[in-house]
Each structure stands twice: as structure tokens, then as C-alpha cells.
């Protein structure tokens, strides 16, 4: 097996027997993470390229659909990080936590043992709070939006969704 990387920003990593995906902005380098899959540092890459350099289109996979999803076979991602927006593993409570920005200000969502369970109450807050063409992590039909939108009230300032939850439920 050769391990010559055939794709930009890719590295085959020895002592770690993975493919490490690093990309350079304005001279500084920044760690995707590593995969064991030389296609799938590939994908990290593009995805980073497009978040921090939207305007360069030198990417290793131009026609492949900006929300392609990365097979999960990440061996180390870079500390704190996940491959959704608004989401972040919290290393001391081993969880992932979401978050979301309404204005300046910081809300928090919660808390969550999947990573997938965090993008989607992100998505859900997003949608909420920037309406219909809030950019989310998942695809959603116009259905799947409006029933978001006439489920709960926006969130308030100081309060988290999950608090809502709580009390939208305990209020039923």
C-alpha cells in the first residue's frame, strides 16, 4: 500500500498509522484531525476550506456537495471540536454540549451523550431564531421547518432550550 498523499492538505501520520488532514490560512496551520481513511481527510479539508476560504476554490473534490458527510472514521479530532456547527465535546462532563449565537450573545442548548443529538438541537435553535433560511448541520424539507418553527416559542435571553423543554413538558 502506497502512502503517498494524492489529495491537498492529506499526510500519512506513521507513528499514528492514519491519514492527518492541516490546513494553512494566513501562515498559520490548523489540525483537522486524523482519519483512516485518505478520502475522508480529504473531505476535512474541503469542508474547512470552504468555512475559512470560501472565495478559493482549489479544493480536492470541487463538484462534491458542500454537506457531504465524512464516514466517521475519525481517528483524533482536535480538542473540543466536532464536524457539526454550535457543537463541542465538554471533556469534563465526557458530553457533547450545543450552543448557538442570538445577536451577541451566547445560548446555551444543552448537553448531549450523542454528537448528532447536539447538531440537531442546534439546527432546531437556528431555525428558531433565523428562520427558514437558517443554515443548519441536516437537510430539511419545508415541512420538517414549519413544524419546528410552530412547536416552541423563541428562546429567551438567559434561558436555555433544554430548560424550555423541561418546562414546556412539565406544563402539558
Known sequence: MSFDAHYRGVFWVES???WKAVLCV???????GCFRSEKDAALAYDKAKRRLIPHLKALNFPR?????????SILHRPQGSSEYTGVSWVKRSK???????KGKELVY????????????A????????????????FK???DQVTRILLKRRPVTRGESLARQQKVGRAMK
Open 95 to 101: 458530553k457533547w454540549q450545543a450552543t448557538t449565537k
Open 64 to 72: 462534491f456537495s458542500r454537506y457531504a458527510r465524512l464516514s466517521h
Open 140 to 142: 430539511y424539507t419545508d
Open 16 to 18: 499514528r498509522q492514519a
Open 122 to 137: 442546534y439546527d432546531e435553535a437556528s431555525i428558531l431564531l433565523r428562520g427558514i433560511g437558517a443554515r443548519t448541520n
Open 26 to 32: 494566513n501562515g498559520k496551520i490548523t489540525f483537522l
Open 109 to 120: 442548548l444543552g448537553v448531549f451523550t450523542k454528537e448528532e443529538d447536539a447538531a440537531h
